[in-house]
C-alpha cells in the first residue's frame, strides 16, 4: 500500500460510499451525490503532478485507492478510475501545450472526467468543417459519462482513428443514460450520442496519438491494471464478509484457506503489475519495446489471476456463509455480479492466449487498446 497525505480523504470517502452502497446498488442510475463526494475528496487530482498544483502520485497509489474504493463501491472505484485514465490519455496522446493546459485545470480536484473512446465501436465519424471539425454518431460502453466535465472521445477520419477532448455540457452531445446491466449499475456505462459536435483543433490529441509510440502504448496497460484492482477490490471486499462466520467447523477454515490462497497469489501478482508499471512510466520517452512488453505481461498475468481468484471468492464464499447469506436484504449476490459483469471487459481466453504465446514462443504482446 502507497502512503500519500490523502489517504484520510480516501478513507472517509469509503466509509461514506458503504453507508449507502447496497441501496444505490438497487436503484441503479447515476449517483450524482456520491460523484460530489469524490470531487469534494481531493482525490481527482491524485495523479496530477506537483508542478501543475496536483498530488504527484504515481500509478500505483492510483491503483491502491482503486482497489480500496472498490471493496465497497466496485462501480464508484470504476468511474474514479477512469477519470484518471482519461487523464494518463491525454498525457500519452496528446502535446505538451495540451496536456499542461488539462493538468493546470484538473488540478482544482473537482474536475471530473469521463470516457466516450471505446474503439471497438466505430460508430463516430469525424468530418471537416471550415476551421475545425464537427463529430457524429454514438458510442457504447462510456463509463463515467453522466455528470462528468469532460469527455475523451474517439472517431474515424479519412480511415483513421482519432481522439479529442471535449466539454460534456457542449451543445450536441447527449449522454442517455441508458445503462442497466445485472452489475456495476452505477457506472454510468451506457451511450452517448453526438449530433454536428463541434471539435476544436486544438481538442484533437495527435502527438503523438493512439499507439503513436512505445510510451503512448502504455495507456492500455494502465487500463488494463485498473481492471485488475477492481477486481481485485470486489473480491477482498467479498472475502471480508467471511468475519460473519462463527465458530467455523474444519471444513469451512479448509475452504477459507483454499480461497485465501488464491486472492494472496492474485493481490502478489498485481503488486508486481503495478511496480512495473510504476518503473515503465518513470522512462516516458526512453521506454523500450521489452520494457513495455515486460509490464504488459505482468499486468495480464494479474488481470487472469484476479479475474479467476474474484470469481471463485464471489461465488463459493456463500458455502461458507450458509443459507442466511442468500436472503436478499444482505444483496451478498451483488460482489458477483459486479464482478463478472466487469470481468466481460475483454475475454480472459484471449490474456491466456497472449501468454502462452510469450511463455513458449517468447512472444511479447501486440500493443493496442486491450494489450
Known amino acids: 500500500m502507497v502512503c500519500y497525505a490523502g489517504m484520510t480523504s480516501l478513507h472517509t470517502l469509503c466509509e461514506q460510499l458503504a453507508a449507502t452502497a447496497i441501496e444505490r446498488d438497487r436503484e441503479g442510475g447515476l449517483p450524482k451525490r456520491e460523484r460530489d463526494l469524490i470531487r469534494a475528496s481531493g482525490l481527482l487530482k491524485l495523479t496530477v503532478p506537483t508542478r501543475f498544483g496536483g498530488d504527484g502520485q504515481p500509478i500505483s497509489a492510483m491503483l491502491d485507492a482503486v482497489r480500496t474504493i472498490a471493496r465497497v463501491d466496485p462501480a464508484l472505484a470504476h468511474v474514479f478510475a477512469f477519470h484518471h485514465l482519461m487523464l494518463y490519455s491525454v498525457r500519452l496522446y496528446a502535446s505538451e501545450q495540451q496536456w499542461s493546459v488539462v493538468y493546470r485545470e484538473a488540478a482544482d480536484g473537482r474536475t471530473f472526467w469521463g470516457n466516450a473512446l471505446n474503439p471497438k465501436d466505430p460508430r463516430t465519424q469525424l468530418r471537416k468543417h471550415g476551421d475545425g471539425y464537427l463529430l457524429d454518431g454514438s458510442k457504447s460502453f462510456c463509463s463515467g459519462a453522466g455528470d462528468s466535465d469532460r469527455l475523451i472521445v474517439s472517431a474515424q477520419y479519412d480511415g483513421k482513428l482519432v481522439v479529442a477532448m471535449v466539454p460534456t455540457r457542449r451543445a450536441g452531445i447527449t449522454v442517455r443514460g441508458d ?94 503489475a503495478r511496480a512495473s508499471l510504476d518503473a515503465s512510466w518513470t522512462r516516458e520517452e526512453a521506454l523500450t519495446p521489452e520494457e513495455r512488453a515486460r509490464a504488459s505481461v505482468a499486468i495480464t498475468l494479474a488481470k487472469v489471476a484476479t479475474t479467476r481468484a474474484g470469481l471463485d471468492v464471489t461465488t463459493r464464499f456463500f458455502e461458507l456463509l450458509g443459507a442466511r447469506s442468500a436472503l436478499r436484504p444482505a444483496s451478498l449476490d451483488r460482489y458477483f455480479r459486479n464482478l463478472r459483469t466487469h470481468t466481460l471487459h475483454d475475454p480472459v481466453d484471449e490474456k491466456l492466449t497472449e501468454l502462452g504465446a510469450f511463455a513458449l514462443e517468447g512472444t511479447a504482446p501486440t500493443p493496442g487498446f486491450y494489450s
Open 179 to 272: 445503462w442497466d446491466a445485472i452489475g456495476q449499475r452505477q457506472t454510468d456505462s451506457g451511450t452517448v450520442d453526438f449530433s454536428a459536435l463541434a471539435i476544436h483543433e486544438h481538442e484533437l490529441l495527435r502527438t503523438p496519438g493512439p499507439l503513436g509510440s512505445v510510451f503512448a502504448g502504455l495507456r492500455s496497460c494502465i487500463a488494463q491494471a485498473i481492471l485488475v484492482h477492481v477486481y481485485l477490490g470486489i473480491a477482498e471486499g467479498a472475502f471480508a464478509e467471511l468475519r460473519h462466520v462463527k465458530g467455523p467447523s474444519t471444513i469451512q477454515r479448509l475452504r477459507a484457506g483454499e480461497l485465501y490462497v488464491a486472492l494472496e497469489a492474485a493481490a502478489a501478482l498485481a503488486e508486481r
